[in-house]
């Protein structure tokens, strides 16, 4: 066997583009497709036209029969994307298509077929000249349609496309229609290679429906994968390997082991409900980017958004995001996540962020300058349009507003005033809007230190332990030349956080952490230890926490706690807390 | 003949699934019903059918002109106009 292998070259095709994420071995199958020819026009010979267009009409029938049969298979297992097919239905009975097919016929003598060939092109054709990706994306949806109505025509092979596929198969084409991935199952593909094809198509929606590790953009790969070929597809890395040799497909075979056994672990620890062994209940949110950064089902696993950053929603752009594109996120986080918290934080830009289209004067230290709340008091409309968004969508779910780099109780009762403000107009428009907490970051050392004034004034705040540990170790985390200065596991952070915690705990103030600090099980087993009920991470880091909290009780993480305020080096802290978890 | 200039409020536009669906809601009605884009001089595409109203390429926010005529002209304007605005 050994001696066969080696025989077969192994080749590489890297550079792709991921779709589906996932390591899948299995035997190529080449889906080739003749790509719809219009050169050979078949015309009427007689006077048949009667019975050409009786052809059209009796193969839409069937065409639409064979739509809503695929429909309602999908409907079962996926019914959000057999939605797709909803138009492919109106498109079968498009007036304009007839009328085309008709004229073709008739005037034209062009047989049924050629007929249908020529429409299809054309419509085709049309849509792509379109200067829009959604519409352009269709022109496939009308080339799927047409091939459906030429396969009718033809007799058709692709009754069940599972019953063409043995068990196994990697999917290789140059790009796919929606029906070719309705009937097939997952038993049956293992993944999808593709050259063409883009992340906003139909098909790219199915793949990640059916979550079949796909990768597209892999040029020229039908004329160099052979069929019955074994394939491995890297779905992390978009690469795709042809008869790989016996230590690659040992590679490949491990990881996906690996994976599929971390995989089913995550899950497990996920749907575990977050007390200690010893029955507190710690709260785990998520921290998120925009909508797009998180899979909406993590919503389920989590007590809600800790920290939604809006910087996002402003990089990466032109100008300003109106009040509406903001309402429109906001409010689909908020519908995510079903009525569970989501803490909105407004812009925190400055710093080491910065947009293109509001120019910052240069400030020589950038981290103690003009940023965040700050630089929203310096431009008021923009702090007024995103609050006008966050006040508009909390009539949509549980929302709350964070601001961040709050120094004083000064700040503070400025906020309040664009609060206000807002508050009035919408009500003088009878635009409704939840009850919104309202809370801040803490992270300048000032505040800290104002901590039993503060939470008196809040309904809850945050503990960003990043900008906190920076400030308070005055350490710029940008410059490479100072970074063993910056400790974030130093005893007097710690300390300090001590401070805060007892304040809230004392005027009973929620107060949570949603810093780096948090995310690291070691971080985090001290700070719930020193009274932190609350933490909020990346959605990367939720299993890993989550693993901590339910298999610590909460007196061990109390006795941990301790013992690190009782520390005075960073690295009694660390080799401490390494033995302890 | 009964004609009215909207603005488009779909979230997306007047593509692929919006477009079936308006072109479904103009086939309902028996009046012969046009879409062009307002700022066009064109005469305007068959509402009823999705390919030509795909072909517009309509975004969120852009103003098309409805014409209808038939018995239902003013219905199917006023209903139409509602799914534009709402959808």
């Given at each position: 066997?050994?001696?066969?292998?080696?025989?077969?070259?192994?080749?590489?095709?890297?550079?792709?583009?991921t779709?589906?994420?996932?390591?899948?071995?299995?035997?190529?199958?080449?889906?080739?497709?003749?790509?719809?020819?219009?050169?050979?026009?078949?015309?009427?010979?007689?006077?048949?036209?009667?019975?050409?267009?009786?052809?059209?009409?009796a193969t839409?029938?069937?065409?639409?029969?064979k739509?809503?049969?695929?429909?309602s298979?999908m409907?079962?297992?996926?019914?959000?994307?057999?939605?797709?097919?909803?138009a492919?239905?109106?498109i079968?009975?498009d007036?304009?298509?007839?009328?085309?097919?008709?004229?073709l016929?008739?005037?034209?003598?062009?047989?049924?077929?050629?007929a249908?060939?020529?429409?299809?092109?054309?419509?085709?054709?049309?849509l792509?000249?379109i200067?829009?990706?959604?519409?352009?994306?269709r022109?496939k949806?009308?080339?799927d349609?047409?091939?459906?109505?030429?396969?009718t025509?033809?007799?058709?092979?692709?009754?069940?496309?599972?019953?063409?596929?043995?068990?196994?198969t990697?999917?290789?084409?140059?790009?796919?229609?929606?029906?070719?991935?309705?009937?097939?199952s997952?038993?049956?593909?293992?993944?999808?290679?593709?050259?063409?094809?883009?992340a906003?198509?139909?098909?790219?929606?199915?793949?990640k429906?059916?979550?079949?590790?796909?990768?597209?953009?892999?040029?020229?790969?039908?004329?160099?994968?052979k069929?019955?070929?074994?394939?491995?597809?890297d779905?992390?890395?978009?690469?795709?390997?042809?008869?790989?040799?016996?230590?690659?497909?040992?590679?490949?075979?491990?990881?996906?082991?690996?994976?599929e056994?971390?995989?089913?672990?995550?899950?497990?620890?996920?749907?575990?409900?977050?007390?200690?062994?010893?029955?507190?209940?710690?709260d785990?949110?998520?921290?998120?980017?925009?909508?797009?950064?998180y899979?909406?089902?993590?919503?389920?696993?989590?007590?809600?958004?800790?920290l939604?950053?809006?910087?996002?929603?402003?990089?990466?752009?032109?100008?300003?995001?109106?009040?509406?594109?903001?309402?429109?996120?906001?409010?689909?986080?908020?519908?995510?996540?079903?009525?569970?918290?989501?803490?909105?934080?407004?812009?925190?830009?400055?710093?080491?962020?910065?947009?293109?289209?509001?120019?910052?004067?240069?400030?020589?230290?950038?981290?103690?300058?003009?940023r965040?709340?700050?630089?929203?008091?310096?431009n008021?409309e923009?702090?007024?349009?995103?609050?006008?968004?966050?006040?508009?969508?909390?009539?949509?779910?549980?929302?709350?507003?964070?601001?961040?780099?709050?120094g004083?109780?000064?700040?503070?009762?400025?906020?309040?005033?664009?609060?206000?403000?807002?508050?009035?107009?919408?009500?003088?428009?009878?635009?409704?809007?939840?009850?919104?907490?309202?809370g801040?970051?803490?992270?300048?050392?000032?505040?800290v230190?104002l901590?039993?004034?503060?939470?008196?004034?809040?309904d809850?705040?945050?503990?960003?332990?990043n900008d906190?540990?920076?400030?308070?170790?005055?350490?710029?985390?940008?410059?490479?030349?100072?970074?063993p200065?910056?400790?974030?596991?130093?005893?007097?952070?710690f300390r300090?956080i001590?401070?805060a915690?007892?304040?809230?705990?004392?005027?009973?103030?929620?107060?949570?952490?949603c810093?780096?600090?948090?995310?690291?099980?070691?971080?985090?087993?001290?700070?719930?230890?020193?009274?932190?009920?609350?933490?909020s991470?990346?959605?990367?880091?939720?299993?890993?926490?989550?693993?901590l909290?339910?298999?610590?009780?909460?007196?061990?993480?109390?006795?941990?706690a301790?013992?690190?305020?009782?520390?005075?080096?960073?690295?009694?802290v660390?080799?401490?807390?390494?033995?302890?978890l | 003949m009964?004609?009215?200039?909207v603005m488009?409020?779909?979230?997306?536009?007047?593509h692929?699934?919006p477009?079936?669906?308006f072109?479904?809601?103009a086939?309902?009605?028996?009046?012969?019903?046009?879409?062009?884009?307002?700022?066009?001089?064109?005469?305007?595409?068959?509402?009823?059918?999705?390919?030509s109203?795909?072909?517009?390429?309509?975004?969120?926010?852009?103003?098309?002109?409805?014409?209808?005529i038939?018995?239902?002209?003013?219905k199917?304007?006023?209903?139409?106009?509602m799914?534009?605005r709402?959808?």
């Open positions: 066997m050994d001696g066969f292998r080696a025989e077969v070259n192994m080749r590489k095709y890297s550079k792709g583009v779709i589906v994420e996932g390591i899948a071995i299995g035997k190529a199958s080449i889906l080739f497709r003749d790509s719809i020819d219009t050169k050979n026009i078949a015309y009427i010979i007689g006077n048949e036209y009667e019975k050409e267009i009786a052809l059209f009409e839409r029938q069937t065409v639409l029969e739509i809503n049969e695929l429909q298979n409907k079962k297992k996926n019914p959000e994307e057999a939605k797709i097919f909803d492919h239905a109106e079968v009975k007036p304009e298509l007839e009328k085309k097919v008709r004229l016929i008739k005037q034209k003598n062009y047989t049924c077929r050629s249908l060939l020529v429409s299809f092109k054309e419509i085709s054709n049309m792509e000249q200067d829009d990706e959604l519409i352009k994306e022109a949806d009308i080339e349609i047409g091939k459906m109505f030429i396969d025509i033809d007799g058709d092979k692709n009754k069940n496309a599972n019953m063409f596929y043995e068990e196994g990697i999917l290789i084409a140059e790009e796919l229609f929606p029906s070719d991935l309705a009937s097939v997952k038993d049956y593909i293992k993944g999808i290679a593709l050259s063409k094809g883009s906003t198509s139909h098909v790219a929606i199915m793949a429906g059916l979550k079949i590790p796909t990768v597209f953009g892999i040029t020229g790969i039908t004329d160099m994968i069929q019955g070929d074994e394939i491995i597809i779905g992390y890395n978009g690469t795709i390997y042809e008869n790989p040799d016996s230590a690659t497909l040992d590679k490949y075979n491990d990881l996906r082991k690996n994976y056994t971390k995989q089913k672990k995550e899950r497990d620890i996920l749907k575990r409900i977050p007390f200690t062994t010893d029955k507190t209940r710690i785990l949110a998520v921290n998120i980017g925009s909508s797009n950064s899979k909406p089902e993590i919503a389920q696993f989590t007590d809600g958004v800790g939604m950053r809006t910087e996002f929603l402003f990089m990466e752009r032109n100008d300003f995001p109106s009040e509406e594109e903001q309402f429109d996120v906001y409010r689909s986080v908020l519908q995510d996540f079903a009525g569970k918290p989501v803490v909105l934080r407004t812009l925190d830009i400055g710093g080491d962020k910065k947009l293109n289209y509001l120019p910052l004067p240069e400030e020589e230290n950038p981290f103690l300058g003009c965040a709340i700050r630089l929203c008091f310096e008021p923009i702090m007024h349009t995103q609050l006008r968004a966050a006040f508009r969508a909390s009539a949509y779910g549980n929302l709350q507003i964070m601001y961040p780099m709050v004083s109780l000064d700040d503070w009762n400025r906020i309040q005033g664009f609060v206000e403000k807002v508050k009035k107009e919408l009500q003088e428009k009878n635009i409704p809007f939840g009850l919104i907490k309202q801040i970051m803490i992270e300048i050392p000032s505040i230190m901590a039993e004034e503060i939470s008196k004034e809040v809850f705040a945050s503990i960003g332990t906190l540990a920076q400030y308070l170790t005055a350490t710029d985390r940008m410059s490479d030349l100072v970074r200065y910056y400790q974030s596991f130093t005893p007097g952070l300090f001590k401070i915690i007892d304040a809230f705990h004392k005027n009973k103030k929620p107060l949570s952490v810093g780096e600090l948090g995310g690291d099980p070691r971080g985090a087993a001290i700070l719930i230890g020193m009274g932190i009920r609350k933490l991470v990346s959605p990367s880091l939720l299993a890993n926490i989550k693993e909290v339910t298999t610590k009780s909460l007196v061990e993480l109390e006795e941990i301790e013992n690190v305020l009782n520390f005075g080096k960073q690295d009694e660390l080799d401490y807390i390494n033995k302890k | 009964v004609s009215k200039d488009v409020e779909c979230e997306n536009g007047l692929a699934r477009a079936a669906s072109a479904f809601a086939a309902q009605f028996e009046s012969e019903v046009t879409i062009a884009k307002s700022e066009s001089q064109d005469l305007g595409v068959n509402a009823k059918s999705v390919i109203v795909l072909s517009l390429g309509v975004r969120k926010n852009e103003s098309v002109k409805l014409t209808a038939g018995s239902d002209e003013e199917a304007i006023r209903e139409l106009t799914f534009l709402n959808n």
